[in-house]
């Protein structure tokens, strides 16, 4: 069971959009639509924003979004802010009760 | 709202098992919609799913991790727990507990803060 690969990091201005990719395998991302994605402040726990692939907890801004091609799920920020400099993680479900996260990426807005 | 608080010794010797503790308040422990998780941060890494417990009984581990982790409910104290016996430095890490729904929900809702855990002699 090996960690899902994400780029260490990306970047945006403020008001630009960033895209955060997550490859995994087909036993993992590929085989089910259970691709989370958290936000991790300094110091803070993971937050949950996606999951599902698409889906937003309430209270989580429309400027995330979720979607997925084969064995790599990617996360949207549009419109980016201040605030949304943080890393983020994905993590997918892989079968057998067993879940793998990803090697994290962190977001720097500029 | 669920609520998560993980504690337990923030130093353990290498070689010793290494005992945490989650306790669990908005919702029964003993309640079969939730997975009770653990899940850990090596400094400056990502995140590394442990394991989960279900309704008390079932448990599911990380297959690197399976040979050493135990998960276990304490249901007269709402709170559930961790042992990882012979501990190295590679332990080293920020230990978080966190729930996960039931059924057919595959995504970590509700985390506690976290608590760090050094190896270290």
């Known amino acids: 069971q090996s960690a899902l690969t994400q780029p260490p990091s990306a970047s945006g201005s403020p008001g630009q959009s960033v895209t955060i990719s997550c490859t995994g395998t087909s036993g993992d991302v590929g085989e089910y639509d259970y691709v989370s994605w958290y936000q991790q402040h300094p110091d803070q726990a993971p937050k949950l924003i996606i999951y599902e692939v698409t889906k937003r907890p309430s209270g989580v801004p429309d400027r995330f979004s979720g979607s997925k091609s084969g064995n790599t799920a990617s996360l949207t920020v549009s419109g980016l802010q201040a605030e949304d400099e943080a890393d983020y993680y994905c993590s997918s479900y892989a079968g057998t009760n067993t879940f793998v996260f990803g090697t994290g990426t962190k977001v720097a807005v500029l | 709202q669920l609520q998560l608080q993980e504690s337990g010794p923030g130093l353990v010797k290498p070689s010793q098992t290494l005992s945490l503790t989650c306790a669990v308040s908005g919702a029964s422990i003993r309640s079969d919609t939730y997975y009770w998780s653990w899940i850990r941060q090596h400094p400056g890494k990502g995140l590394e799913w442990i394991g989960h417990i279900f309704n008390s009984g079932s448990t599911y581990y990380n297959p690197s991790l399976r040979s050493r982790a135990t998960i276990s409910v304490d249901s007269s104290r709402d709170q559930f727990s961790l042992e990882l016996t012979s501990v190295t430095a590679a332990d080293t890490a920020v230990y978080y507990c966190?729930?996960?729904?039931?059924?057919?929900?595959?995504?970590?809702?509700?985390w506690g803060q976290g608590t760090q855990v050094t190896v270290s002699a």
């Open positions: 966190a729930s996960r729904g039931f059924p057919y929900k595959y995504y970590f809702d509700f």
